[in-house]
């Protein structure tokens, strides 16, 4: 009966890392949605909030082994809202 105790406890740890990893995932997205609308519309922005976010997530795929994700740059946010205005 142990055991399956000990299962359920790493299974409902899992689930509940995974839940947190996708709760980050969708405020990073959202974090960058708004830094890249400021950089198009010439505003100052940062990227600060965004990595924040970014090192909270690795440090949950790291333990659950789900997927990284990269630091940004504001150069990376830079060059994305130029070619963004430029498409379109």
């Known amino acids: ?9 790493q299974v409902e740890n899992h689930i509940n890392g995974q839940t947190e990893f996708k709760r980050l995932d969708a405020m990073r997205e959202a ?12 505003k100052d922005f ?3 909030e965004i ?3 970014t090192n909270e997530m690795n440090g949950i ?6 997927p990284t994700r990269k ?8 060059e994305y809202a130029n ?3 430029t498409n379109g």
């Open 31 to 42: 974090t960058i949605e708004k830094v890249v609308a400021d950089a198009k519309n010439g």
């Open 1 to 9: 009966m142990s055991v399956h105790l000990a299962i359920s406890k």
């Open 71 to 78: 630091t940004v740059t504001k150069e990376m946010v830079s």
């Open 51 to 53: 990595n924040q976010i």
């Open 83 to 85: 070619r963004s205005n």
């Open 61 to 66: 795929a790291m333990k659950f082994g789900f």
């Open 46 to 48: 940062s990227v600060t």
